[in-house]
């Protein structure tokens, strides 16, 4: 190679890097032609404007570049384009669209040095020292592509082991408790670790409302800002996705940068947890997609906590409260007698031939009576009345603001219910039972209430077993009229 062909290129090199603006746009809309995809790592609101002037400016380096005396500082650029690779990466730009990229901007170096030494005697020489020496700052270009790469390869491997860690320790931590407060704590104090974030939220559904259930990281008063569904005065939802079960979640931005999943399993909404940072931050797919796999857990274990609550407080045959219930629902009535001096009825019922329908047809059969029986009790009283199965046969109805008048119409309305019942299905054995009711007075607390009661149901049986031995049908003297 002549040192003549050198000194060309040098020039040539001053020449282009001076004003690289018409070959700056060529590449820039030859880029966004060819990868289009490219224009993603930009800023958002990215134009072709910005394209051009990011074109121009690797230009002039690589122009400078071609002198073999270049300054140019390439390991800083070397670095840079190391981190610029891996923020193509995070953005799902292939490694191939990006190294394209390069190969256009090296096409349009040579194709401006092949332009400009038409026609020179020189020309071949300086086109093969200009392929020469761009070709060493391309492959260590390439070589810094693939480093970003694999960083980010790296780094989201990584990434994905803590959060399979996490979601493991939120699995096995949210499988032991089946409390509400600890299961909300767990699948936040996670979230927020894994996520680097530095707040959150997780409200339960209570009725037709949500409840805030627990909080992290929220200073006094920001509790209201961080409600769930507004997040500050202004939001906007961004990005939606779905978990692996059935949790939504959206990504938010506004004064808080922020994830918001619905607690959702079985088609139930049964909550909202919130998870959000004040500083700027742009949430990847694979950050809504770990929320929503948390979300999942949550909405799993707060279904299976309520499951229990509901199996700690109801009779598994006929969905009454259970005993234990219905004790602490009537002495809560009778205390609210007591304070707002308010009347209180109480009201037993008894199968009085469960065994015989037991032994003639089997325990399947009586326990199909006692759901009937159940169901028509629970059809005939008020929602403010509270029905229980006390044990075996036995029911109780605690009804405040009510006498024992109003408890003995009801106790007709169940007896005419089943007499239809039992005249329609024309059962070999109809279901009968006894009624006992009681009034409360002061001083009475409602075991008092529950022994007057059990004294009046034991007289009616007694009463309708005389109807039956004589031929006639049992009736109960107070609840018939």
Same mark, same amino acid.
């Given at each position: 190679?002549?040192?003549?062909?050198?000194?060309? =290129?040098?020039?040539?090199?001053?020449?282009?890097?001076?004003?690289?603006?018409?070959?700056?746009?060529?590449?820039?809309?030859?880029?966004?032609?060819?990868?289009?995809? =490219?224009?993603?790592?930009?800023?958002?609101?990215?134009?072709?404007?910005?394209?051009?002037?990011?074109?121009?400016?690797?230009?002039?380096?690589?122009?400078?570049?071609?002198?073999?005396?270049?300054?140019?500082?390439?390991?800083?650029?070397?670095?840079?384009?190391?981190?610029?690779?891996?923020?193509? $990466?995070?953005?799902? /730009?292939?490694?191939?669209?990006?190294?394209?990229?390069?190969?256009?901007?090296?096409?349009?170096?040579?194709?401006?040095?092949?332009?400009?030494?038409?026609?020179?005697?020189?020309?071949?020489?300086? =086109?093969?020292?200009?392929?020469?020496?761009?070709?060493?700052?391309?492959?260590?270009?390439?070589?810094?592509?693939?480093?970003?790469?694999?960083?980010?390869?790296?780094?989201?491997?990584?990434?994905?082991?803590?959060?399979? @860690?996490?979601?493991?320790?939120?699995?096995?931590?949210?499988?032991?408790?089946?409390?509400?407060?600890?299961?909300?704590?767990?699948?936040?104090?996670?979230?927020?670790?894994?996520?680097?974030?530095?707040?959150?939220?997780?409200?339960?559904?209570?009725?037709?409302?949500?409840?805030?259930?627990?909080?992290?990281?929220?200073?006094?008063?920001?509790?209201?800002?961080?409600?769930?569904?507004?997040?500050? $005065?202004?939001?906007?939802?961004?990005?939606?996705?779905?978990?692996?079960?059935?949790?939504?979640?959206?990504?938010?931005?506004?004064?808080?940068?922020?994830?918001?999943?619905?607690?959702?399993?079985?088609?139930?909404?049964?909550?909202?947890?919130?998870?959000?940072?004040?500083?700027?931050?742009?949430?990847?797919?694979?950050?809504?997609?770990?929320?929503?796999?948390?979300?999942?857990? /949550?909405?799993?274990?707060?279904?299976?906590?309520?499951? @229990?609550?509901?199996?700690?407080?109801?009779?598994?045959?006929?969905?009454?409260?259970?005993?234990?219930?219905?004790?602490?629902? /009537?002495?809560?009535?009778?205390?609210?007698?007591?304070?707002?001096?308010?009347?209180?009825?109480?009201?037993?019922?008894?199968?009085?031939?469960?065994?015989?329908?037991?032994?003639?047809?089997? @325990?399947?059969?009586?326990?199909?009576?006692?759901?009937?029986?159940?169901?028509?009790?629970?059809?005939?009283?008020?929602?403010?009345?509270?029905?229980?199965?006390?044990?075996?046969?036995?029911?109780?109805?605690?009804?405040?603001?009510?006498?024992?008048?109003?408890?003995?119409?009801?106790?007709?309305?169940?007896?005419?219910?089943?007499?239809?019942?039992?005249?329609?299905?024309?059962?070999?054995?109809?279901?009968?039972?006894?009624?006992?009711?009681?009034?409360?007075?002061?001083?009475?607390?409602?075991?008092?209430?529950?022994?007057? $009661?059990?004294?009046?149901?034991?007289?009616?049986?007694?009463?309708?077993?005389? @109807?039956?031995?004589?031929?006639?049908?049992?009736?109960?003297?107070?609840?018939?009229?």
């Amino acid at each position: 190679m002549t040192e003549r062909a050198s000194d060309l =290129l040098s020039e040539l090199a001053d020449r282009l890097s001076a004003d690289p603006r018409d070959s700056g746009q060529v590449v820039a809309e030859s880029v966004r032609t060819l990868e289009p995809e =490219l224009l993603r790592a930009q800023q958002d609101g990215a134009s072709i404007d910005e394209l051009v002037r990011t074109s121009v400016g690797f230009l002039e380096i690589l122009f400078r570049s071609l002198r073999a005396d270049s300054r140019v500082p390439w390991q800083q650029y070397y670095t840079l384009a190391r981190e610029a690779s891996r923020r193509y $990466a995070e953005k799902g /730009i292939p490694l191939e669209s990006v190294m394209e990229g390069l190969a256009v901007f090296r096409r349009s170096v040579l194709a401006r040095v092949t332009e400009e030494m038409m026609g020179n005697a020189h020309a071949e020489e300086v =086109l093969l020292l200009a392929q020469s020496r761009l070709g060493d700052v391309v492959e260590h270009l390439n070589s810094s592509f693939i480093r970003g790469y694999l960083d980010f390869t790296e780094a989201r491997h990584q990434a994905r082991q803590t959060e399979l @860690h996490a979601l493991y320790h939120i699995a096995s931590a949210l499988g032991r408790s089946l409390d509400v407060a600890e299961i909300a704590e767990v699948g936040l104090r996670e979230t927020l670790k894994v996520l680097r974030l530095q707040a959150g939220a997780v409200w339960t559904r209570e009725g037709a409302r949500l409840m805030l259930a627990k909080t992290l990281g929220l200073q006094p008063g920001e509790e209201e800002e961080f409600e769930s569904g507004r997040l500050g $005065a202004r939001v906007r939802v961004v990005e939606i996705a779905s978990g692996p079960a059935e949790s939504r979640v959206d990504r938010i931005t506004g004064e808080w940068s922020a994830i918001r999943a619905e607690l959702r399993t079985k088609g139930v909404l049964l909550g909202a947890m919130t998870v959000a940072t004040r500083l700027p931050r742009t949430f990847e797919p694979s950050d809504l997609e770990f929320v929503a796999a948390v979300a999942d857990q /949550i909405a799993v274990a707060l279904d299976r906590a309520r499951q @229990h609550t509901r199996e700690a407080r109801t009779d598994y045959l006929t969905g009454l409260a259970n005993r234990p219930e219905f004790e602490r629902a /009537i002495d809560r009535a009778v205390a609210a007698a007591q304070r707002h001096k308010r009347r209180i009825a109480f009201m037993m019922i008894d199968l009085d031939n469960l065994k015989e329908i037991n032994d003639s047809h089997g @325990h399947h059969v009586g326990d199909e009576a006692i759901r009937v029986l159940a169901h028509e009790l629970q059809r005939a009283v008020r929602a403010t009345d509270t029905c229980g199965r006390l044990g075996g046969d036995e029911f109780g109805v605690a009804m405040p603001d009510a006498d024992e008048r109003h408890a003995n119409e009801v106790g007709a309305r169940v007896r005419a219910s089943l007499e239809e019942l039992n005249r329609i299905s024309k059962a070999p054995l109809p279901i009968e039972f006894s009624i006992g009711v009681a009034a409360w007075r002061p001083g009475m607390d409602w075991q008092a209430m529950y022994e007057l $009661a059990d004294k009046a149901l034991y007289v009616d049986k007694r009463r309708r077993h005389v @109807h039956r031995k004589k031929g006639g049908p049992g009736r109960a003297q107070g609840a018939s009229g």
